[in-house]
């Protein structure tokens, strides 16, 4: 099977812009979830999507969101985007069901001048 | 709510050698996992290892085993026979049972393999 794929790899915005990273999880699986990665914070769980659905979600302000499609792709929007939004940015699948185990994509570096 | 705690910020080992590395969670569930992750360079995260809070045998894969000591809250990693390749963050993660999919993450220990 493949992996967990995310696009883009690496993005360069300014602030105030705003930016859609995309995330394919593993096939058959059904439960996406975000992380943000940085120096200071350590990672972070943004939210997790199943079958459409915002199932969880962490201590973000409303800038950060998402959403998930009928095929389980799922896209996460940050919108008027501040230097500390830069992170890695990691895509995690999970069947969602009985499976716990999180599989994680190669991650989107975000960087905000 | 939950935490987990990695006290050893950087580690080495020879290769060749054993090396433990330490986790501690805290927690009031009887039910969840414990992962190992590894983070290579190429910032791809890897899983290593996971744990069932309700099985009592420690988890093995291959080259890397843990030690699971439930009431005592600590979740430690062993590698043996080190390799190069090893050299990674790692870092240990926590994670409810049931819907909650949020893992709680330690903040990594960098270990470096030692030609």
């Known amino acids: 099977k493949a992996g967990v794929t995310q696009t883009p790899r690496y993005l360069i915005k300014t602030r105030g812009q705003q930016v859609t990273l995309s995330c394919s999880p593993i096939?058959?699986?059904?439960?996406v979830s975000w992380y943000q990665q940085t120096p200071g914070q350590g990672l972070q769980f943004l939210f997790e999507y199943f079958s459409e659905t915002q199932r969880n979600k962490g201590n973000f302000p409303g800038r950060f969101s998402g959403r998930q499609f009928s095929n389980s792709r799922s896209e996460m929007n940050v919108s008027t985007l501040e230097l500390g939004d830069s992170a890695l940015y990691l895509c995690?699948?999970?069947?969602?069901?009985?499976?716990?185990?999180?599989?994680f994509g190669p991650g989107t570096r975000l960087l905000v001048l | 709510a939950q935490t987990v705690t990695q006290s050893q910020p950087e580690m080495s080992v020879q290769e060749a050698e054993t090396v433990t590395l330490s986790c501690t969670y805290d927690t009031s569930e009887s039910d969840y996992y414990l992962f190992w992750y590894k983070q290579p360079p190429s910032r791809q995260m890897i899983l290593v290892i996971r744990q069932e809070a309700y099985k009592q045998q420690n988890a093995t894969e291959n080259r890397f085993s843990v030690n699971f000591q439930k009431a005592a809250k600590s979740f430690s990693l062993k590698i043996s026979d080190s390799q190069l390749g090893d050299a990674a963050m790692y870092f240990c993660?926590?994670?409810?049972?049931?819907?909650?999919?949020?893992?709680?993450w330690g903040l990594g220990t960098s270990l470096g393999v030692n030609p």
């Open positions: 096939s058959g699986h059904r439960s």
């Open positions: 995690a699948s999970s069947s969602g069901l009985t499976q716990e185990t999180q599989y």
């Open positions: 993660a926590y994670l409810n049972a049931g819907n909650n999919r949020k893992l709680i």
